[in-house]
């Protein structure tokens, strides 16, 4: 399929798991991809890889809690490709910890970078996003949707975006902008990988965020994400759609 052709996206977490999925899709759809992270290495990385299959990209490192650092990732793309069509915010963190023993410090660093950043980013890309009648997917989860054990700061950064995206699919309907979520669940990337469980953890508890069809790749969320931002996603706006093999069904 080439739904994205002339297209431009940009998408945040671009160097690895769902963001990185995304970028490749909407290259491989034809659009000219905007790689975003903070790893500026696994960005160069992902861009030669676009390149390498004759597509179009360019990579700008960004620290998405840095009010300042959106600012100039979001004017750099515009000079680049001249405006954006879609935003896909698929940058985060994950975190467990016991509530009861919750830090402060890392409390705020997962808002800032859930939820404080993805306001950050669409707001500063909504004037484009208005001018092209665009598009933005913005990265809920299940978490969202669901408790989650130990996950009190990730779920509420989730939540939170949830909410957001709602917010602005409706104060921006009628000047041609769609928002919607998706809400993964139980999906194989490096960030669900690496993380650290507290010793009070009860792992049976976490039967509730396993599907019923077996962990799978990013790539089953990219592909719903460019569905999204895509003509055939032209009447959702204000959407949740869950991409977890059934957990919460």
């Known amino acids: 399929m080439q739904r994205l052709v002339g297209k431009t996206v940009l998408v945040t977490g671009a160097a690895n798991g769902i963001g990185r999925a995304s970028a490749l899709r909407a290259s491989a759809e034809g659009a000219s991809v905007w790689c975003v992270d903070i790893d500026s290495d696994a960005l160069d ?3 030669a890889d676009i390149k390498a ?4 990209a360019a990579a700008h490192a960004c620290d998405i809690s840095s009010e300042n650092s959106i600012k100039g990732c979001v004017a750099a793309c515009v000079e680049k490709f001249g405006g954006v069509d879609a935003v896909v915010n698929m940058a985060g963190v994950l975190c467990f910890e016991d509530t009861g023993e919750m830090q402060l410090a890392q409390w705020q660093r997962v808002i800032d970078i859930n939820l404080t950043g993805t306001m ?3 707001r500063e890309v909504l004037p484009y996003l208005i001018e092209r009648k665009g598009s933005i997917v913005n990265a ?3 978490a969202a949707l669901s408790g989650l054990p ?8 989730k939540g939170g975006v949830l909410a957001f995206t709602r917010s602005v699919a409706v104060e921006y309907a009628k000047r041609g902008v769609r928002a919607n979520c998706v809400c993964p669940g139980d999906i194989k990337t490096g960030m669900t990988s690496k993380v650290d469980f507290p010793e ?6 976490m039967s509730r965020i396993s599907s019923l069809t077996g962990a799978r790749g990013p790539e089953v969320v990219a592909g719903v994400i460019a569905m999204l931002i895509s003509a ?8 949740d759609i869950r991409v977890d093999g059934g957990t919460l069904s």
């Open 232 to 239: 055939d996603g032209a009447h959702i706006t204000g959407e």
């Open 200 to 205: 009070t953890m009860d792992f049976s508890l």
């Open 140 to 142: 809920a989860s299940t």
């Open 45 to 47: 990385s992902l861009v």
């Open 120 to 122: 950050l980013l669409t």
């Open 53 to 56: 299959e004759g597509g179009q």
């Open 150 to 157: 130990c996950g009190a700061a990730y779920s509420a950064s």
